[in-house]
């Protein structure tokens, strides 16, 4: 069964990563300016961090299991559609789809670690090789991609999920889970996702008017966040893990920025080929595919609190080190080992810690974080001077805010 929702969140994560190694495919093939190719990535992680909130929301409400299915078939079809896109329009509103797919196979995979695990310790350690499994898919998005563009160009990448979301559903076709008590605020819903589309677009196309509206879509959500008698963001759940939620935004804003960054640069200055420039990111991957178990055990025995600490002073290392020197596999391993301590802990943190019934919303809103820093990641990673120094300055000024505030803020510790 673990193996079963591992899979489909390995599809989940592979999206987020196979397309950038193909960007430069993509523009000969399909044209665009660089706004464009920006959003064929975004347009994923934008709808999949919108969508985040509800895809917890709905699992915790209709079931995990049936949320969860329903993600996954999705997906496999909207990946043929995808594959078939005419023009670069069609493909970054095919991708905004993924994207809602990619978040209900979350909420449901996350809902499902929950019900599979009521153990805290026992969830810990399952998270840990969750995170190992889907982990992979980040070693394997660039390497695949870079493979698959050199042989078939860009359209092949989409051709990968179709396969992998069949095998994820027949190994969980037994599987089911009852509904729950969950309301969900369909208003509340709708505003996060006008916000977050409006964020996107001025930081990627300098929008006046998305700059302009994005504030007042903020305010809306917020007034219609307190007078909810569904409310997305659960006030007490934000008071106590905002530290986490902070953490776990840098990590994701510095990870996809750097990624697109180190893209561009790897072929468009040192033009290497698609599979050359996948091959040189194994050092930053392939330690999200191991370190994870250790995490899982770590958060088991103590607290998601060392891990996090950790992980973001490897990243803030990392992160200089590839800014500072041209030899970028040795801070890459460091990058790496960094995110595999940061991410598994912050999500074991958020599942343990949700009441009953909540692990797919309360794992809903880090995920909708941390996807909303990897897309302002691409955005402003793409466009500022010294990307990667800013990056990690900000990494480290957030591991020393989350040492002095996450125990204050009541930091998640396992029951």
């Known amino acids: 069964m673990m193996f079963g929702f591992s899979l489909a969140y390995f599809l989940v994560i592979l999206d987020t990563t196979v397309l950038t190694i193909a960007l430069p495919d993509l523009r000969a093939s399909l044209g665009g300016s660089l706004a464009g190719q920006q959003w064929a990535v975004n347009a994923y992680t934008v709808a999949f961090a919108a969508s985040l909130l509800i895809g917890g929301a709905v699992a915790d409400r209709y079931g995990a299991a049936r949320i969860f299915k329903a993600g996954v078939a999705a997906f496999g079809v909207i990946s043929l559609l995808s594959a078939a896109a005419p023009h670069l329009g069609v493909l970054i509103g095919l991708r905004a789809l993924l994207g809602v797919a990619g978040a209900l196979c979350t909420g449901g995979s996350l809902g499902l670690l929950g019900q599979l695990f009521p ?4 969830r810990a350690r399952a998270t840990g090789l969750w995170a190992a499994i889907t982990g992979s898919a980040l070693a394997a998005g660039p390497l695949l991609g870079g493979l698959l563009v050199d042989l078939y160009g860009w359209r092949a990448v989409f051709l990968l999920n179709p396969p992998i979301a069949l095998i994820s559903l027949l190994a969980m076709r037994r599987v089911h889970s009852p509904r729950g008590r969950r309301l969900i605020d369909w208003r509340v819903q709708a505003l996060a996702c006008v916000f977050l589309a409006l964020v996107a677009e001025a930081l990627i196309d300098a929008s006046t008017v998305a700059g302009v509206l994005a504030p007042a879509a903020l305010a809306a959500l917020v007034l219609t966040e307190r007078r909810s008698h569904a409310p997305a963001l659960p006030g007490g759940l934000l008071a106590a893990t905002w530290p986490e939620l902070l953490a776990g935004t840098v990590a994701n804003f510095a990870f996809a920025g750097a990624l697109f960054v180190l893209t561009l ?7 290497l080929t698609p599979l050359a420039a996948g091959l040189a990111f194994l050092p930053l991957t392939l330690p999200m595919t191991v370190n994870p178990l250790l995490t899982g055990r770590l958060v088991a025995r103590y607290g998601p609190r060392p891990p996090i600490l950790g992980g973001l002073a490897l990243l803030a290392t990392g992160l200089t080190g590839v ?5 970028l596999a040795p801070w890459l391993v460091v990058m790496g080992f960094g995110l595999s301590f940061v991410l598994p802990a912050l999500m074991a943190g958020m599942v343990n810690s949700a009441p009953p019934g909540t692990a797919g919303t309360a794992g809903g809103v880090l995920n909708a974080f941390r ?12 466009v500022i001077g010294q990307p990667l120094t800013a990056a990690a300055v900000l990494t480290a000024l957030t591991c020393a805010c989350y040492a002095v505030n996450a125990r204050r803020a009541r930091s998640i510790v396992l029951q």
Do not use: E
């Not at 640069?265 to 033009?271: I, V």
């Not at 800014?323 to 030899?327: R, V």
């Not at 996807?371 to 793409?382: D, I, P, Y």
């Open 265 to 271: 640069l790897l072929q468009d200055t040192r033009h």
């Open 371 to 382: 996807q909303l820093g990897a897309t302002l990641g691409v955005a402003v990673m793409g």
């Open 119 to 122: 153990d805290p310790a026992a």
């Open 323 to 327: 800014a500072l020197t041209d030899a």
